[in-house]
């Protein structure tokens, strides 16, 4: 943020209790601060405040504030308008992987903001079609899936056309280096370090390999079902679009748009630790 | 078969021309020879012969045929009479996994079984329930998932009331060793000898492990969704039934019922080979 | 034990203090008991006791004592006399897998064992020849690998000579259900329950397959190297052969004799937790 | 190659007759188009050649013919001296990985780059020290494992002095996009596209972890064994250095150096089949 932030968004999730107790501390801390704040409509009746409530997609604001986990953030994340404006994520307790800051620390952290002290970290997001069909970007990955679980698909894989992947699989994730500590880790992915800039395709349990593949970010990855299947395309987990049971195509590439996220401390590797280590270990 | 065959069952791929003509051209075969042939009843109309059109779960006979893939075989176990009566698996040219002959040698099978000279190929199923309710047999395997692809469940698994499995996970596959060849294996599992008489349970993309567990055949497992969410229980690929949004229970143990393929030669790790190798390979 | 004690054999680690001095109470904690205390001669002018010093392959007691960790016991199990007496494993506070008391624990642990009060629980081990020369008995596994690390093998594996595996991999690991939670499962292979009475192959960092196979206990599994290299055979981690640079034959098979320990509780899948599960989890 | 060659260096196999008899002939047919010959002193006796006979780290040549299989390549590149000429790899029959052409295709390929008509692909390169101690540059890999097979070290992995991954393993791998399909991909590895430029981390066989690291060019990676035991430090599988018994520290970053090929078709996924799929895919 090159300026001072004058007004603010919060989204938090409207079935916590907690959440929403903390949403209103905050917008009351806020605006006493003099910002002007706005709340997602889904928490009208729910926080009292005196914040105006817009839809997510109209929360123009300097910075939002996410109260919830990283479900939270993705969801947001599919729906803000563009250029998104910076994320201060903060959770219920528990530590998510996307979350920064622990409900006791918000005020503390919001006052650094309110100086113009805070790194911002931009996150590359994915841009896919199906079927010719655009659908919201994603920050974590990309899924095609058959209709229903367990259900297997056949598909051909391609990066910049040339086939790459043939899979008879539950199905495939593409994901962006935030992602591969996600979906993608559970299937058998890498991890990707955060300053990088590729795009890391996982099968989901496949008969066919069990390899994964990182690419450059500009390649433009396109799947084709092979044998007409109903399908499924899934964004961030959220976002779901069902194709028709025909021979399908889905492409996704580097989107232009980014998310970004205030953070005050850069500990990946830290926050990775209960994601890559067995319990036994030292 | 003790006694040499009087009647026989025959079953078919009805959405496949070449498995059609071939139920026909068996059928013929076997009422000159002096069987009684009974049909599926989905083939009548579908296949010309002088048989009886019956349902599925009325063909007692004294073996059966199908004609298709290891889908068709799959379907017709979860349906036929106890004690289920022998399977000649014909496949349609492509060698499946479970079938034993091709279109063109299968009369010369049919003759051998006539003089009563086959060898009966027993496989163990698993019984399964899901709150409370009875679900058909498994000869391959029970999977317990999300009621949505990619969905991540919560589940605690047991064995004889020992907890030995946390899983934040797309689901869990409990798999026969006939099984363990199948879906077990695309989600990292271990190939179990045919001769074997245990239960292997896989995870499905679990984020807290990737380990597959070998049990004893005696064991009882039972899978709890620890958080409510919809859930899926799919027996053989074939058979499903959703779960509500609750905390679920599904138990899963050997059966007393087993399936019986007619056999002539051993040859299960040559089938195999597709299964296990990378296609470099020598 | 059918009978009370009245002998017992001591081994403990010579290159840890606290073992020796635990060697030391105990072994006068049993001489006041009345029990004729032996001890393995390595320890000797280390331990100081009343008991007779003797190699360890002559410790033909009653039941012995091991004081170190999973290592110990491997050793000892090598070259213990046959039929091995029943061990009861002490641990020096890190609890390992094998092991099963604490030192603090140990006294009362005996008094329970001087009662008559304890149960013995047996594991099969593989009986392995390599070139035609026979090996010690493996508790956990035989290993077969290229001479030096990271170099490849081609191996053809056959189960009763029936070939099921080909490999061009760092070497193949052959793990009785006991070991299956060591190497083998730092592998890549499947936890075997201990009721099991299995053998488990799994490759290591083979480029031409990723399965692990389990075959009945009475399989004979033989590995024969097809390209002339300089192997290495090993036994338990401890015991090892090498191999010269020809086309090498190694056997393996279920010995007729077995390891048994002396056990109050069974805990299996509770030791096995951290080497299942990531830290992240719940 | 920006102007025509004039020289040429060549380096073969010589244990292998083949690859003797083409290096000569290679040598004769160069020789007459006018080009000067120098072969790899290892070859003097064994092909009848005019050119001159020096040692691999001499020959400062235009460009460089390999023939044998992708060990020749590892091997040479090892010692060529810096900058590196590019490499014509001709292979025996077999198409390795990284070889372009097969013996008959060989003199037409060099009619086409004596006309200055070849692609150069540039590959980068590891540089690896040890205990303060530089090693040669790598292009596929460094390996830092135990001294013996199958022996367990304990292992701390920073990159640019963070901690990522701490290991109890039979080893790690630090491999190169050119390296990721060879021993990485064996130990679990992804795939990485030949255009990234990242540095690829891989634990083989460990107990505590099964994740593969994907970082940028840029970064350090500094594997310290955190207790003393016989270390090997393996680079390109073929330059082999051992470290004493003590708390040992390897470093490896991205070399200044490039290994340089001549292509004439880019068909790296299409090579790549072979170590993807499973040989019953489609």
Redesign the interface.
């Given at each position: 943020m090159q300026n001072l932030p004058k007004t603010v968004g919060i989204i938090a999730r409207y079935d916590k209790k907690e959440a929403l107790t903390l949403a209103t501390e905050l917008s009351e801390y806020l605006t006493k601060r003099g910002l002007e704040v706005f709340l997602e409509n889904t928490l009208e009746g729910k926080v009292k405040a005196d914040g105006k409530f817009v839809p997510l997609k109209d929360l123009k604001t300097d910075f939002i504030i996410t109260i919830g986990g990283d479900g939270t953030i993705l969801r947001s994340c599919l729906s803000l308008p563009k250029p998104e404006p910076p994320i201060l994520a903060v959770n219920m307790g528990v530590r998510g992987f996307l979350t920064e800051v622990g409900p006791k620390d918000a005020c503390g952290v919001l006052d650094k903001i309110l100086k113009g002290n805070a790194h911002i970290e931009k996150c590359s997001k994915l841009k896919a079609s199906a079927n010719g069909e655009n659908l919201p970007d994603a920050l974590n990955d990309v899924?095609v899936?058959?209709?229903?679980?367990?259900?297997i698909v056949y598909l051909q894989v391609y990066?910049d056309d040339?086939?790459?992947?043939?899979l008879?699989?539950?199905?495939i994730i593409v994901a962006t280096q935030t992602g591969s500590t996600g979906?993608s880790?559970?299937?058998?992915?890498?991890?990707?370090?955060p300053?990088?800039d590729?795009i890391?395709v996982t099968p989901?349990?496949?008969?066919?390999?069990?390899?994964?593949?990182?690419?450059?970010a500009n390649?433009k990855i396109r799947i084709e079902s092979v044998r007409p299947k109903d399908m499924?395309v899934?964004v961030d987990?959220n976002y779901?679009i069902s194709l028709p049971s025909k021979c399908s195509s889905v492409t996704v590439e580097q989107s232009k748009e980014v998310s970004s996220f205030i953070r005050f401390k850069s500990e990946f590797?830290g926050r990775?630790?209960?994601?890559?280590?067995?319990?036994?270990?030292?």
């Open positions: 899924v899936s058959g209709g229903e679980p367990s259900k990066k040339v086939p790459v992947l043939s008879e699989a539950d199905g979906y880790l559970s299937a058998g992915g890498p991890v990707l370090d300053k990088l590729v890391v989901i349990c496949s008969l066919t390999t069990v390899r994964s593949m990182v690419f450059p390649s499924l899934l987990g779901r590797y990775l630790q209960g994601r890559l280590f067995f319990k036994g270990t030292g």
